[in-house]
């Protein structure tokens, strides 16, 4: 009894990463005393980023994968942000195998922090559309609530973050609580007026992002170096570790186990709620309970899924809360398929100075307002981003004076252009567990089994001749357009497998984000979503996460959990 007296919490929180860190957050400072379990090391903010300021010619192999390091990695080590000052930030793809039925690329960070060290930070809010598509054309199914639901929780995460933007005043990314804005550079600003001259509907916005351009409740402004997947030790930009994990400490109201890999959660049935759950020590393979009023679960879309379908009990023979079967399903990622380059001649008497950790961003145009699609379902955005970089050595005399000139002289102006497709949330597109495969600490490994489907790739034809279009009439030159071939999961926003909705028999969680038949359980991470829109989505999972968790609470005091 003494024993488990010990180890029960108000709360416990599966995770510290973007959601679990905002849970711990917002549960801490209400006063529950809360167990944040992570399953990876511990990483302190400022202290246990080794690489942050550390120049290029001091790492052994000049910040390059070597080619034992791709070998051994051929699914993280094509991961935009894996170099070899972060590879300690990334899972290795021994470290924590899966079995692919089609070519998944699973892109994960175990530690305090999760991927929240190491994310794009993009933060573009959805928009009331994005909250109706599934009910306007019969995909998927209706989300459980509304912009007008979510949009104060927007407000209150972007002032606590800390969010750089403009107000630019478009329905498909409504305004929100900004910072200054970062700045377009020459041929960005050159592109964005050449839009609004050819196109009514199109429009080119400095990217919204979770990067300080001030001071903010002692973390310091970007300091524009673009090292941001090193870790940030001026909390330049939000993560679990520079933002929300030290608000949670500082209430003395949070407990932090790192190294705790979560087996699965302890249902009463009985009580109809779930009691605690199942540890495995990720060192020494000891199991262990704890046990809480309430439990957040966010692990991850697809880690939190896992635990749950390894959460069986006599009520729940097929996973916890999966009374309708569509637990491991409807799994999305965006699209990032469509990628168009071109070059400018122009402005040659200028440059940009620093280095901007963000791009510009071209909201959804595609079946939206006046524009009607027949080829395809849903909408895409753009990363766009110029620049200007130095003459190659590869084009032309490789020694001598010709190299030294190839490396000192500024090539043309650049444009880079990114489409984000909307995926549809296919109930064919799921996750399993193996029946007989475990991995070391005797979970079942996870089965994926996911792919574009007709309707994305008819998107990303159009994303690349839209992109190319807009490129000709703006006279950029060289203009080229690709369709690249990116396994489904390499774009690192998986969403859905444990959906909202508004009837038990058709969805894993509610408007609250609890599971149905166990409401003292709330899952606010990627799992939750019910469509996946076309904008970054972490934003939304921080709204959603301390939305989710000021109702928990309030359910708490009125001993309804």
């Not at 933007?165 to 609580?177: A, K, S, T, V």
């Not at 991850?300 to 916890?320: K, Q, V, Y």
């Not at 909307?422 to 979970?443: F, I, R, T």
Request: net charge neutral; proline share 4%.
């Amino acid at each position: 009894m003494r024993a488990k007296q010990a180890n029960t919490y108000d709360a416990i929180v599966i995770g510290s990463g973007i959601s679990g860190g905002w849970a711990a957050k917002e549960l801490c400072e209400k006063g529950l005393k809360t167990l944040v379990l992570e399953r990876g090391r511990m990483v302190e903010h400022s202290r246990d980023y080794p690489t942050a300021t550390m120049a290029p010619w001091q790492f052994e192999h000049r910040n390059q994968l070597t080619r034992e390091m791709r070998e051994e990695n051929p699914i993280v080590s094509k991961c935009y942000a894996f170099q070899e000052a972060t590879a300690h930030f990334f899972v290795k793809d021994k470290e924590h195998p899966y079995i692919q039925n089609k070519p998944f690329d699973w892109i994960r960070g175990y530690q305090v922090g999760g991927k929240s060290l190491t994310w794009g930070r993009w933060t573009q809010r959805w928009g009331e559309h994005d909250f109706k598509e599934n009910e306007k054309d019969g995909n998927g199914v209706d989300w459980p609530i509304r912009y007008e639901d979510i949009a104060p929780w927007y407000s209150y995460v972007e002032r606590f973050a800390g969010i750089s933007g403009n107000r630019d005043g478009l329905p498909q990314i409504p305004d929100g609580e900004f910072q200054p804005p970062m700045q377009m550079n020459c041929v960005e600003d050159y592109f964005k007026s050449s839009l609004k001259q050819q196109y009514a509907d199109r429009h080119l916005v400095i990217s919204r992002t979770a990067n300080l351009t001030k001071p903010l409740n002692g973390r310091g402004a970007c300091q524009y170096r673009d090292l941001c997947y090193r870790g940030c030790p001026f909390g330049a930009y939000f993560s679990s570790n520079s933002t929300t994990l030290p608000a949670a400490e500082k209430t003395g109201n949070m407990t932090l186990r790192p190294f705790s890999v979560v087996h699965s959660l302890i249902y009463d049935t009985e009580k109809g709620k779930a009691t605690g759950v199942r540890v495995i020590d990720a060192n020494t393979k000891e199991e262990m309970e704890y046990y809480a009023k309430i439990i957040f679960v966010n692990g991850s879309t697809l880690n939190s899924t896992l635990i749950l379908m390894n959460s069986t009990s006599d009520r729940f023979p097929n996973g916890m809360g999966n009374d309708s079967g569509e637990l491991g399903h409807n799994l999305m990622d965006h699209n990032y398929n469509g990628r168009i380059t071109a070059d400018f001649e122009g402005f040659e008497d200028k440059n940009t100075f620093g280095r901007r950790p963000t791009g510009t961003y071209m909201p959804r145009f595609r079946n939206f307002g006046n524009d009607v699609q027949s080829e395809f379902l849903r909408g895409y955005s753009f990363a766009a981003i110029g620049g200007r970089g130095r003459i190659s050595a590869a084009h032309g005399d490789s020694l001598g004076e010709p190299l030294k000139k190839n490396q000192t002289e500024l090539g043309p102006w650049t444009m880079t252009m990114f489409g984000m497709g909307e995926c549809l949330p296919y109930h064919e597109n799921h996750v399993a567990l193996s029946k007989d495969q475990v991995d070391e600490w005797g979970m079942p490994l996870l089965i994926i089994d996911a792919e574009y489907k007709q309707n994305e790739n008819a998107m990303t034809k159009d994303i690349v001749a839209s992109g190319v279009e807009m490129l000709e009439k703006a006279k950029f030159k060289n203009v080229n357009g690709q369709i690249q071939n990116r396994n489904f999961g390499f774009n690192i926003h998986e969403m859905g497998t444990a959906r909202m909705g508004r009837d038990a028999k058709t969805s894993v969680l509610n408007k609250h984000n609890q599971l149905w038949g166990a409401e003292n359980v709330f899952v606010t991470d990627g799992a939750c979503m019910t469509s996946s829109a076309c904008q970054n989505p972490s934003l939304t999972y921080m709204a959603l996460t301390a939305r989710a968790a000021d109702y928990a609470f309030s359910e708490l005091k009125k001993r309804n959990l």
